[in-house]
């Protein structure tokens, strides 16, 4: 097979929707075998990462991981360890969420348990586990791995010890797995079976397995500790029905967690929870206007055709995905509009439509033009400052999704159903948005941006940049990192690639660690100003080394970029550095693709330069009591 013949096919899959991919899933794998077979595994795993989707079926899978397996891993975020210890067989499970992980450009070595040891591996000594040393541990664990009971002629005092005894037992394991190895936990909370012996009745019997199983699930959120991450098993079998996951064939005959066809969405599941922690999930929800926020064309149909709102199926559909964004919008997912029309007929409904639930105020950037939808994807990521693998683009139409495919691979563009009925649903199974903790800046985040448009407007009225800063009154609150932003600052830590000095990325207990220990330096740097509260915009990570501080981490908001935060962090490292009779001050810039815009940072802040190693990593360093005189900013610090 030719190079151009095995590209087309590659494209013409990847481009197409999942009742036509199907039909070029073989002629797919073709294309990657022969890119294989000429030398051009670099190529094929960027086309096999963009072929992983939960639409794909279980077998397919399968096959395509026996060409993973053999690929390297693409550009990404690095590698992760991550063991996974299970009640059932976890082998398919283990390649399965190693496929999406994958996919995210998050490289997972993994290390397999034994079949039903999962507490052994934790309670006895393990010197391959040890070895392994895992960053993450997740306990691939259900219903079954717990021991019977309780029975019915429990007295209550007896059943309520069994819930705290059992969910004690638990507790136990996941300090010891964190003791060991410094690891961030995922515990799957417990499905509960359906077909018990009470039917409808067991919500009025006073002790059944069905309550044992929702009050340790309770008992088990209430005892979580900081390092510890659940995934809600009982999510995963309301969407795929009881009939399905628990088909008893494949576990009595296999020992499966599940039937096979849900294996798929249990793996993306849990690789959807860990991308969540490493803050790789999605950031804005792109959406087109005619036909997939309401029926119709406006620019034909005027704001009277369109049909939304309460009436017919149809407006209700609409009307429900509407609700489903705005509801996106309120935990912290920014949301824009790319469509084709006017900008008049676009705004119009938004500003005239009692029963819309979105307005316009509701969308950080708002691209109603005739331009292709691939260059107005490119405009909105400079207009927000965000890359373009932080997007997902919903439109109704298969050429617009299939064009943003081919020109912008980092855009998830998920295949969108013909009902908008199915709108919701479609786009929620892909969890693209999935959080491992909310914070307050969540939920004011498109405020900021909001905000962030009317400076940039502001600025454009001052005579120069310093009349402008000056103007915004900035006043900074910097604190240690604690419980009240430790969410928040591992939030940040983990989300930012542009300005991330070295784009290490850190577990919440690891975090908590570092806050805690005396050789460690944590600061966060809270701005507000006469537009509004940016909330916690930079973190600091710094650790002292006898008469070195060491800058570990630095990120910030771009949001805040070039009004004078730069210049306040050095001066609140500097002064911390003295504070520690520090002889001198050292950061290093480790390249990344994303974080260019930061490799002068040092040297535009007085450092100099020292070395630079092979991989790129530049060291750079600031004698204490010798600096230069402080680059002014226009910043005041408040209690």
């Known amino acids: 097979m030719t190079n151009e013949r095995s590209g087309d096919l590659l494209e013409e899959y990847i481009q197409s929707d999942a009742p036509t991919r199907t039909a070029r899933f073989d002629a797919f794998l073709s294309g990657l075998k022969a890119l294989v077979a000429n030398g ?22 399968l096959r395509l991981h026996k060409i993973i397996s053999r690929l390297p891993p693409g550009k990404g975020s690095g590698t ?20 999406f992980l994958w996919a995210q450009g998050l490289d997972a070595e993994i290390f397999e348990g034994d079949y039903g040891l999962f507490r052994q591996s934790i309670l006895m000594p393990d010197a391959r586990l040890d070895a392994f040393g895992p960053q993450i541990v997740f306990f691939a664990t259900g219903c079954r791995d717990l021991p019977e009971g309780p029975v019915a002629s429990m007295a209550e005092s007896d059943f309520c010890g069994w819930v705290a005894a059992e969910a004690e037992k638990w507790r136990q394991l996941w300090q010891l797995a964190h003791e060991r190895w410094g690891a961030q936990i995922i515990q799957n909370l417990f499905e509960i079976p359906p077909w018990g012996v009470y039917g409808h009745y067991v919500h009025q019997v006073r002790v059944s397995r069905e309550r044992a199983l929702r009050e340790l699930n ?10 510890l991450i659940f995934h809600d098993l009982q999510m995963l079998v309301v969407e795929a029905g009881a009939r399905q996951w628990f088909d008893p064939r494949f576990y009595h005959e296999a020992k499966m967690p599940c039937g096979p066809e849900c294996l798929p969405a249990y793996a993306q599941s849990v690789a959807s929870r860990i991308l969540a922690a490493r803050g790789k999930s999605k950031k804005v929800l792109v959406l087109d206007l005619d036909n997939t926020l309401w029926g119709g064309v406006v620019g034909d149909d005027g704001i009277g055709g369109i049909r939304i709102g309460q009436g017919s199926a149809e407006g209700e559909s609409f009307l429900a995905f509407q609700n489903y964004a705005k509801a996106l919008s309120a935990r912290g997912v920014l949301l824009a509009v790319c469509s084709k029309n006017d900008l008049k007929n676009a705004v119009e409904p938004f500003e005239k439509i009692a029963e819309m639930p979105l307005r316009l105020a509701d969308f950080s950037s708002f691209r109603a033009n005739w331009d292709n939808k691939a260059d107005n994807l ?46 919701v649903q479609a786009l929620a199974r892909h969890r693209f948005f999935e959080t491992v903790a909310l914070t307050e800046e969540d939920a004011r985040r ?24 000056r103007s ?24 930012s690639n542009q300005f991330n ?14 806050a805690e220990s005396r050789d460690w330096a944590t600061f966060t740097i809270s701005l507000r100003d006469t537009m509004g509260d940016n909330g916690l915009i930079s973190v600091l990570l710094a650790r002292q080394a006898g008469e070195e501080l060491a800058i570990d981490t630095w990120v910030m908001s771009c949001r805040v970029l ?42 535009t802040m007085g450092f100099a330069r020292e070395r630079a190693d092979e991989d790129g990593t530049v060291h750079w360093a600031r004698t204490i009591g010798q600096e230069s005189a402080a680059r002014a900013h226009c910043i005041h610090v408040i209690p």
């Not at 992760?80 to 496929?99: D, E, F, R, S």
């Not at 911390?576 to 001198?584: L, N, P, S, T, V």
Request: proline residues 6%.
């Open 218 to 227: 309770q008992a088990l959120l209430e005892r979580a500790p900081a390092h």
């Open 562 to 603: 070039q009004r004078g935060v730069e210049q306040l962090a050095v001066e609140i490292l500097i002064g911390e550095a003295r504070k520690r009779g520090c002889r001198r001050l050292t950061g290093c810039y480790i390249p990344t693709p994303k974080n260019q815009m930061v490799s002068g940072l040092y040297e």
């Open 446 to 469: 498109a405020d900021y941006y909001r905000q962030n448009r009317e400076r940039k407007q502001m600025a454009a009225a001052h005579a120069d940049v310093g009349s402008f800063l």
């Open 40 to 61: 051009e595994e670099a190529r094929a795993s960027a086309w096999a990462c963009r072929a992983i989707s939960p639409d794909m079926d279980y077998s397919s899978h």
């Open 501 to 514: 000095l070295t784009t290490r990325r850190y577990t919440l207990a690891e975090i908590k660690d570092k």
């Open 472 to 495: 915004l009154d900035m006043q900074a609150r910097v604190e240690p990192i604690g419980p009240a932003n430790i969410e928040r600052s591992t939030q940040l830590i983990n989300k």
């Open 378 to 423: 490119r405009a909105m990521a400079e207009e927000l400052n965000l890359g373009l693998d932080s997007f997902v683009f919903v439109d109704d139409n298969p050429a617009e999704r299939a064009l943003v495919r081919r020109f912008l691979p980092q855009v998830a563009a998920p295949d969108m159903p013909p009902d908008p009925a199915d709108y």
């Open 80 to 99: 992760l360890k991550l063991a996974i210890l299970g009640g059932p067989t976890t082998t398919q499970l283990c390649w399965l969420v190693q496929n």
